[in-house]
C-alpha cells in the first residue's frame, strides 16, 4: 500500500540530458523510511518503556527483620490496642508499609529500583493553632498545618540513630 502512494517518475530526455526525478509524493521528497516500513507511534513508545530484567531489578537496602518468638506473641489474652499497634509495627507492619508505599510509587519516584522495610517506626506530629496534628499512612498535611519544624519521636533501642 505505501508503494501505490509514492509516484516514481520515468526517465524523460530534455534539451538531450537525462533527466530523473526519482521517488516523490506530490513534489515532496521522501525523508526518512516510508510509512509502511517505519516504525509506529505505539512501537516506539514501547522500545523507550521496555526495562530489561536482568538490569532493571528491585534491590533491598533497609535493615535486617527483627526476630521476635511467637510464644511471646502468645502469652497475653487481653488486647491493649496500643499494644497491639506496637506489635504490629514490629513484626508485619513494616511489610505493609512497603506494600502501601509500592501501589503509590513512593519507592520508585524516589529511589528508583531500590526500596527498604521501614524497621524504625516513626511517630510524627506537627503543632498546629486547633492542637497536635499526626502524621500517619496517608493522610494529607496542608502547607499551613506544616508551617513549624515537626516533633518526630522514635524508640532508637540499644542502638543510636539520627535524622
Known amino acids: 500500500m505505501a508503494l501505490s502512494l ?3 517518475c520515468n526517465v524523460t530526455i530534455k534539451n538531450g540530458n537525462l533527466f530523473s ?3 516523490i509524493r506530490y513534489g515532496h521528497h521522501l525523508r526518512g523510511k516510508p510509512p509502511g516500513i517505519a516504525k509506529s507511534l505505539e512501537q516506539k513508545l514501547a ?9 532493571h531489578f528491585k534491590v533491598d537496602i533497609g535493615l535486617p527483620p527483627p526476630r521476635i518468638s511467637r510464644s511471646k506473641q502468645l502469652e497475653e489474652l487481653l488486647i491493649n490496642l496500643e499494644d497491639t499497634k506496637e506489635e504490629w509495627l514490629k513484626t508485619a507492619g513494616s511489610y505493609h ?10 519507592f520508585e519516584h524516589l529511589f528508583g529500583d531500590a526500596y527498604f ?6 511517630k510524627i506530629i506537627y ?12 493522610n494529607t498535611v496542608k502547607p499551613s ?14 542502638k543510636h540513630y539520627g535524622l
Not at 508499609?97 to 513512593?106: E, L, P, R, T
Not at 503543632?127 to 496517608?138: N, R
Not at 498545618?145 to 540499644?158: C, D, N, Q, R, V
Open 145 to 158: 498545618e506544616a508551617t513549624k519544624l515537626p516533633e518526630i519521636t522514635y524508640e532508637s533501642g540499644k
Open 127 to 138: 503543632e498546629t493553632e486547633d492542637g497536635k496534628l499526626p502524621v500517619y499512612f496517608g
Open 21 to 23: 526525478c526519482g521517488t
Open 47 to 55: 522500545e523507550s518503556k521496555f526495562k530489561d530484567p536482568s538490569l
Open 97 to 106: 508499609i512497603k506494600q502501601i508505599a509500592d501501589h503509590y510509587g513512593i
Open 117 to 122: 522495610y521501614p524497621r524504625i517506626p516513626l
Open 6 to 8: 509514492w509516484k516514481t
